[in-house]
Nanobody
Framework: VQLQASGGGLVQAGGSLSLSCVVS????????LGWFRQAPGKEREVVSS????????FYEDSVKGRFTISRDNAKKTFYLQMNSLKPEDTAVYYC????????????????????????WGRGTLVTVSS
């Protein structure tokens, strides 16, 4: 399984970027998906995640209302639309996928901890200038 993140770059504060993560896998249908970021000198943190069903999503407080996660299982790709970017959003952004453990409502489970994810892509750098 391979994940390839793209879409990072340099943008001015207030601008937008759209990150994509293409997954080389037989099917993405049963995986929960997530975006994480790591800023210089800081620990990795979850930015957003979406359930396998696509019906449940999570956003870190600082990005609520500005970022949107989405998935296209047919294209085996998921996205992070980032609007109203701020300098504090500057970080390396990573995409990851998780296999939900079996059980009731497993397709609606959200994962917000890195250790719950099974596969990771290489990061893409987002730099927001003030």
């Amino acid at each position: 399984v391979q994940l390839q993140a793209s879409g990072g770059g340099l943008v001015q504060a207030g601008g937008s970027l759209s990150l994509s993560c293409v997954v080389s896998i037989y099917t993405l249908d049963y995986y929960a998906l997530g975006w994480f970021r790591q800023a210089p000198g800081k620990e990795r943190e979850v930015v957003s995640s979406i359930s396998a069903s696509g019906l449940k999503s999570f956003y870190e407080d600082s990005v609520k209302g500005r970022f949107t996660i989405s998935r296209d299982n047919a294209k085996k790709t998921f996205y992070l639309q980032m609007n109203s970017l701020k300098p504090e959003d500057t970080a390396v952004y990573y995409c990851a996928i998780a296999v939900p453990p079996s059980g009731p409502d497993y397709m609606d489970r959200i994962f917000t901890v890195g250790r719950d994810y099974d596969y990771w892509g290489r990061g893409t750098l987002v730099t927001v200038s003030s």
